[in-house]
């Protein structure tokens, strides 16, 4: 019978990996538990969804949410900011660099998931200070700051137009369900009227 045991461990004994104390961190923690999070409230809407509903659905611990996230309202924003992305700015000012943004726009608002959460954080932020700083800190001051020093216009006048875009946009999904080109075209009108005109 051959000798299994490793060179240098006590006789009768074989080497093996020692434990470490705890279950060991998950790389994708952050991104399965924000994956949960868009899942979850674009079935059950914002209200409707819990903190133990998705780490149940993520498969994690709740104290485990709770150590990268104080609350639903900031890990939703921060899957909200996830979702979108990297909104699209052109690089010249103008209606067509406008009309492709606008469009992006629309389309996101147009998934259930972004605007239930986009209305649901909208609601909460009325109520919640802290929810109100990380809507203006994750999702509109990136881009209205990024859009207003490439396209060097006042950032007063971005933020502006920014609600009157997402405003109506949101606004006309809630009310038919969708953001038809026609839309968009409009929606382009008046917000380069807000940038654009003295």
């Known amino acids: 019978m051959a000798d299994t045991r490793s060179s240098g461990s006590p006789a009768g004994r074989s080497e093996r990996p020692r ?8 790389a994708d923690v952050e991104v399965t538990a924000l994956a949960a999070a868009v899942d979850l409230i674009a079935e059950r809407g914002y209200a409707g969804t819990t903190i133990d509903l998705i780490a149940q659905r993520a498969g994690l611990a709740k104290t485990t949410l709770y150590r990268r996230w104080t609350s639903k309202g900031e890990l939703a924003v921060a899957a909200l900011a996830a979702r979108l992305g990297e909104p699209p700015v052109a690089d010249v000012p103008g209606r067509r660099g406008l009309e492709a943004t606008i469009g992006w726009l629309g389309t996101q608002v147009g998934e259930p998931s972004v605007r239930l959460l986009l209305v649901g954080l909208t609601s909460e932020a009325a109520r919640d200070a802290d929810v109100r700083a990380g809507l203006r800190a994750r999702i509109r001051e990136p881009f209205t700051q990024r859009l207003a020093e490439q396209w060097e216009l006042p950032l007063a006048r971005v933020d502006l137009a920014f609600d009157v875009v997402v405003g109506t946009l949101l606004h006309r999904v809630a009310m038919t369900g969708q953001v038809p080109a026609a839309d968009i075209a ?11 005109e003295e």
């Open 186 to 196: 409009v929606v382009t009108g008046l917000a380069m009227d807000l940038l654009f």
């Open 19 to 26: 434990a470490g104390r705890g279950r060991p961190r998950r």
